[in-house]
């Protein structure tokens, strides 16, 4: 199979990084290989990537960014590594076990169908649920958010535009401009789904079951939630009008 990536965007994730790595590179994906996109943690994950990356060599990249600078920023860069690295299929993913590895292979033959450009691990289609702990009423607010709101706005066709589990096919992100990208928190996702929509690429979904962290300290509240639902207008205003043809670098010749 040709070369795919996992990006594994890391913030304080120490209690998650090793189990995390060993998971994925026990999965039957031929020469799957792993960046981690540290933001120099202060637990130590930095550390633990750079030991990770002795024992697996040329499977586990690791890449130290600076300073805490937001899940988009880090993807961001990630993307662009992984194309320079020649990935056909780039992954991204929480390193924290909400997005389950197992269903890796699933989404990453789906990648390979004819006439599918992004898979996205939904919560929403048929079969894919949410943590079993929540409560309805976060449920109910949850998929309202994404299956009604967020489609309203943006006329999106996915279910699950939020959803950070992804598998991107190389044409997609060598046709998004990641300077149009401005999001950076929650949003990112949305921004992403709604800019590769726009391109005309085809998105598709496969189900997940979605679990909360069990491990390390969650950063999710309430302002986070309602800034993001604002911020749903300003990717709508930023986006509305880029077509197929606005596909930049070496995907516009092809
Ligand atoms: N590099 C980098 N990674 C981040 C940053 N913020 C979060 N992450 C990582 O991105 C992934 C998703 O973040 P989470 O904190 O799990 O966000 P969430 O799933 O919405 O919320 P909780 O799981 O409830 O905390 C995890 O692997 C985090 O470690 C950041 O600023 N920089
Ligand atoms: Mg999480």
Same mark, same amino acid.
């Given at each position: /199979?040709?070369?795919?990536?996992?990006?594994?965007?890391?913030?304080?994730?120490?209690?998650?990084?090793?189990? /995390?790595?060993?998971?994925?590179? *026990?999965?039957?994906? !031929? $020469?799957?290989?792993?960046?981690?996109?540290? !933001?120099?943690?202060?637990? #130590?994950? @930095?550390?633990?990537?750079?030991?990770?990356? !002795?024992?697996?060599? #040329?499977?586990?990249?690791?890449?130290?960014?600076?300073?805490?600078?937001?899940? @988009?920023?880090?993807?961001?860069? @990630?993307?662009?590594?992984?194309?320079?690295?020649?990935?056909?299929?780039?992954?991204? /993913? !929480?390193?924290?076990?909400?997005?389950?590895? =197992?269903?890796?292979?699933?989404?990453?033959?789906?990648?390979?169908?004819?006439?599918? =450009?992004?898979?996205?691990?939904?919560?929403?289609?048929?079969? $894919?649920?949410?943590?079993?702990?929540?409560?309805?009423?976060?449920?109910?607010?949850?998929?309202?958010?994404?299956?009604?709101?967020?489609?309203?706005?943006? @006329?999106?066709?996915?279910? =699950?535009?939020? #959803? #950070?589990?992804?598998? &991107?096919?190389?044409?997609?992100?060598?046709?998004?401009?990641?300077? &149009?990208?401005?999001?950076?928190?929650?949003?990112?996702?949305?921004?992403?789904?709604?800019?590769?929509?726009?391109?005309?690429?085809? *998105?598709?979904?496969?189900?997940?079951?979605?679990?909360?962290?069990?491990? $390390?300290?969650?950063? /999710?509240?309430?302002?986070?939630?309602?800034?993001?639902?604002?911020?749903? &207008?300003?990717? &709508?205003?930023?986006?509305?009008?880029?077509?197929?043809?606005?596909?930049?670098?070496?995907?516009?010749?092809?």
């Amino acid at each position: /199979m040709s070369k795919v990536i996992v990006l594994l965007p890391t913030y304080n994730e120490a209690e998650n990084l090793e189990l /995390m790595v060993q998971t994925l590179l *026990a999965l039957p994906v !031929d $020469g799957l290989e792993i960046m981690v996109l540290d !933001d120099n943690s202060p637990d #130590g994950t @930095g550390q633990i990537a750079d030991r990770l990356a !002795d024992e697996y060599p #040329g499977r586990v990249h690791p890449v130290h960014r600076l300073k805490k600078e937001g899940l @988009g920023r880090a993807y961001r860069d @990630g993307y662009e590594k992984a194309l320079a690295a020649g990935a056909e299929y780039i992954v991204q /993913m !929480d390193c924290d076990f909400s997005h389950p590895p =197992d269903r890796l292979p699933e989404m990453l033959a789906k990648a390979q169908e004819p006439g599918i =450009d992004l898979v996205i691990g939904s919560r929403y289609v048929k079969g $894919g649920s949410l943590d079993s702990e929540w409560g309805w009423h976060r449920k109910l607010l949850s998929r309202w958010a994404n299956q009604v709101y967020v489609r309203l706005i943006l @006329g999106t066709r996915v279910q =699950d535009a939020t #959803g #950070g589990y992804r598998v &991107w096919t190389r044409r997609v992100l060598e046709g998004i401009d990641f300077e &149009w990208i401005r999001a950076n928190g929650y949003i990112f996702q949305t921004e992403m789904a709604y800019v590769t929509e726009r391109l005309g690429f085809n *998105a598709c979904e496969v189900p997940i079951h979605f679990s909360e962290r069990a491990r $390390g300290k969650s950063k /999710m509240d309430l302002k986070i939630q309602i800034e993001a639902a604002l911020r749903v &207008w300003q990717v &709508w205003l930023r986006h509305r009008r880029l077509r197929p043809s606005d596909r930049s670098r070496s995907a516009a010749d092809v």
